[in-house]
């Protein structure tokens, strides 16, 4: 039985749990770049993919039983907040790259997570900064529609890179309203609160090259080619 079917029966003594999460997050770092356990903010990784087969449930605090969730699969995205020591074993602080309960999990059971770029993105995104300054990497046009039932028609947009396929676009509606989509590991995540909604009411998907969204009543096209280079 692994370590993560021990923890989701959770029918076993606490010590027996413990010492089983604290056997498996035993961490080798001396291949791993310098830093990269750090949290964004101290220059380390922005996320990590989980490379568990079996997935990996996410604890309270290092070394504990107790569970925030669900498991989180194989090959799933965590944003990070920073690693930690606790009795020798190093443990991350983390959450699904697109919500969900926040928790801890063992650091040898994960790898810095490549963005679309094939790069593996280190300190704070700087890309909302820089697009509410207006410091644009890339302007063009796209399909956008502010009101439900509107005929798309072209928008301009400013768009602000970061590395790891993040991305903060502003689109500019005819009467001149803007609104920022923000995008990280080269998916869509959420727009700005606006009049028109919270900016978490969303339908998106990727289609040939092309990210389809809808935010509350509008709609945007936006071509994978603007938001973020591809390896």
Same mark, same amino acid.
């Given at each position: ?9 959770l ?21 791993? @770049?310098?830093?990269i ?13 989980? =490379? ?16 925030? #969730?669900?498991?989180v699969?194989?090959?799933a ?23 969900? @309960? ?14 679309p =770029?094939g ?29 439900? #039932?509107e ?6 947009i ?5 590395d790891g ?19 990280m ?17 969303? =339908? ?28």
């Open positions: 039985m692994t370590c993560v079917q021990v923890l989701r029966a029918s076993v003594l606490p010590l027996l749990v413990m010492l089983c999460v604290t056997a498996h997050a035993q961490q080798d770092t001396s291949a791993v @770049p310098d830093g356990f750090a949290a964004p903010q101290e220059g380390g990784a922005r996320r990590w993919v989980v =490379d568990n087969p079996d997935g990996l449930a996410l604890l309270v605090a290092p070394g504990t039983a107790e569970t925030v #969730g669900g498991v699969a194989q090959h995205v965590l944003t990070n907040f920073g690693c930690t020591d606790f009795l020798g074993a190093l443990w991350c602080d983390v959450r699904p790259l697109h919500g969900g @309960p926040r928790g801890y999990v063992p650091a040898d059971a994960l790898s810095p997570a490549k963005g =770029d790069i593996v993105a280190r300190g704070v995104n700087d890309s909302v900064t820089r697009a509410r300054k207006k410091r644009f990497d890339i302007r063009a046009e796209v399909p956008c529609a502010q009101e439900q #039932g005929a798309l028609a072209p928008c301009p400013g768009i602000a890179r970061s396929g993040d991305a903060t676009a502003a689109v500019t509606f005819r009467n001149g309203f803007s609104r920022y989509l923000f995008f590991h080269g998916a869509f995540i959420s727009a700005s609160a606006t009049m028109s909604g919270a900016g978490r009411d969303t =339908d998106w998907e990727v289609r040939g090259g092309t990210h389809y969204i809808r935010a509350d009543d509008q709609q945007f096209q936006i071509p994978n080619a603007l938001l973020f280079a591809q390896e």
